[in-house]
């Protein structure tokens, strides 16, 4: 017989990708039967999703290693041919079902077209040949081709399932488990690891510490796995073993707002708790995992763990929001990973910290998993009472406790300042101490950190304005300074960067008011874990008469003066139950029902659930979610210092050594905000075809970071 192929490099036949597929459908099946999906289906498109691949043309485009061949038609189309759909109905499947299998298998790759009816009809004709000279001995095959496209089940660019939620769901998991299955098959990895480790491996971890019981909060979540739970609980509870508690051996996904807490967790599972091989067990995902992955080099092949996880194959995956939330915007090529969640266990940490568009995206993300049978945790410090009303409101069902898991221990004896903070209390108090200084700007971190220096204080500082290795090393720094039993001895000033992404434990806090949500997290920062003698430790400046830094700009306002309003009855003791009371005075739905903030949230959510599937593409929606206000560039003198790297890069043609050079390169990148973007002086350095760097004509130095040569506001929150 004749031999039709699927792919050129490495060659491979349309039946030796099939066999692959079929090996990936049948472990799929295997470790999560519960899937909602029709597995005969399922089976079916598996089959036939690439029989248009025998078409001539395609053949020709391999055999002469072009990207298309003129007059080619996307050989999904062309497998829409070979659907049995006399039989399908036959055996009881509906019109509409058989529509779903039409469009499951013609757009598994993509829903654009550019050909008409009659193309379509006519490259089917010339099927007919090729189709007499393929036999699969694991399937009925050959089939003879349709002559023609039934309209019965299926019309050229209709059918996007606006008033037809079932079929969408069907589909949604036909197309998202034949997209997995495939991508699976074309790299040569399984679709699925087994999660056969994190109860077991947990067990060592309690036994190897010493510990003869799981606490109330972890008691509680592992009495809840298979239920979907929302949890309030205090630093320092053990919320990260709680969570994988509840997720047990489920497949999971835990979320995390920032890259450096979520890099955190990771080491955390991999090196405290995991017994064996990281790299099928647990991955991480977000944009720099190259470069995280490459401090491991040694441990395992990267390329094939970086395949493993972004394919979803995973066990655990560690991620941001973004990586898996922008399901939300059912963008073309969604379905895969909404069809992951609906077998998938989802831990959202530290909720707090989004913004009212994040939230948005939250909570009619977990209206998706919830309806496709996926289950959730939210597991936070603090929650604003807003977000549970709208998560009612979409009919979210969950399990909350009566009340948070907080303890009676004395951390935080507070001192409001009703002026701005300046550095007078911090020379007052600072003598052999370890200091926390958080400002709303970097503006304000950097007017601080000036002052401080002048007087003779040691003093460093930190913010998101640093090229990506110095900020590395910054993170370094704070974390081993802000240790207990440290022997520094000063000031670190910084902005929210340090708000919950780092374990650091400082003795005393000064900080400008942002709102009590951010307040609370830089309390975190300060007395972490113990207990607090009679004298103040945290030092509020909620401005005085005037606002403080980045109020109406990267702090809400009105949240600002029910914040301010909130804390002026503070003095001294402050235990963590009057915390969630503060937090519930002041992110009810009740107060907040009237405000810019609420407004937001409302619109976003509605905007949501109004847009049409397919409405915009991939990048977006990437846009859209990230709500990106930022540029990556070099700052000028660095790129002069480069020269040599950057000429490596431009000369390398091995694929992963110029990954490599590429991740140093975004070593000495950084983001800053579009508005001092826009008012500097910068000019493009094209290193190839896809890639290029923005030099940005700037200040830098590796303590203070980029500063404008233009001196002006700089007033980016982070």
Known sequence: MKKFYAKSNPKETIQEHTDKLIENFILLKHLYSNIRVDWELLYEICVLHDLGKMGNKFQEKLKSKQKMVKGEIPHG??????????RLKKE????????????????????????????????????????????????KLPIPPAKKLNLRYFSIGEHTFENDYENFKKYVLLKGLLNRIDYAASASIPVEWENQFLERDLAVWKKNKGISEWNALQQFMNAHQNENVVVIAQTGMGKTE??????????????LPLKTAINSIYERVKDDILTEKVDTQVGLLHSDIFSRYLLDE????????????????????ICTLDQIFDIVYRYPGFEHKLATLSYSKVILDEVQMYSPDLLAYVIVGLKYIQTFGGKFAILTATLPGIVTHYMKEEKLEFTMPEKPFITDIFRHSVCVKHRELDIQDILEHANRKRVLVICNTVNKAKEIFSALQTAGVNTKLFHSQFIRADRRQKEQEIFQDGQVGSEFEGVWVATQVVEA????????????????????????????????????????????????????????????????????????????????ELIDEVYSYERLEGTEYNKLLQNNIDHLKDMGAYEI???????????????????????????????????????????????????????VSAHLFEKSESKIEPLSKYKKLQILDCFYDNKTGVTRKERGKENKFF
């Open 77 to 86: 189309w062309l497998s829409i041919a070979f659907i049995d759909y006399k």
């Open 92 to 139: 009881g499947y509906s019109v509409e079902e058989i529509g779903v299998i039409f469009q499951a298998i013609a757009y598994h790759h993509d829903r654009n077209y550019s050909f008409e009816i009659e193309e379509l009809e006519a490259e089917f004709l010339e099927l007919e040949e090729p189709a007499s000279q393929f036999y699969y001995d694991k399937w």
């Open 242 to 255: 709680a969570g994988l508690l509840w997720l047990g051996d489920a497949k999971g996904f835990f979320t």
């Open 298 to 317: 040694k441990e395992y092949d990267i390329a094939e763990y970086i395949t493993r996880t972004k394919q979803l194959s995973l066990p655990l995956t």
């Open 501 to 580: 992404s780092l374990d650091i434990d400082f003795d005393l806090l000064f900080t400008e008011l942002s709102d009590i949500n951010g307040l609370f997290q830089r309390m975190g920062r300060c007395y972490r874990k113990r207990e607090n003698p009679a004298e103040n430790n945290i030092f509020v400046y909620d401005g005085g008469e005037k606002k403080c830094n980045g109020v109406g700009f990267v702090v809400d306002k009105e949240i600002f003066q029910f914040s301010k309003e909130a804390i002026a009855v503070l003095g001294g003791k402050l235990l963590e139950s009057k915390k969630m």
């Open 617 to 671: 593409d991939k990048n977006e929606a990437k846009k859209r979610f990230r709500n990106i206000l930022s540029v990556s560039v070099i700052p000028k003198s660095i790129f002069e210092e480069n020269h040599r790297l950057i000429t490596l890069y431009k000369n390398e043609t091995n694929k992963f050594e110029k990954q490599k050079l590429w991740e140093k390169l975004k070593d000495l990148q950084v983001d």
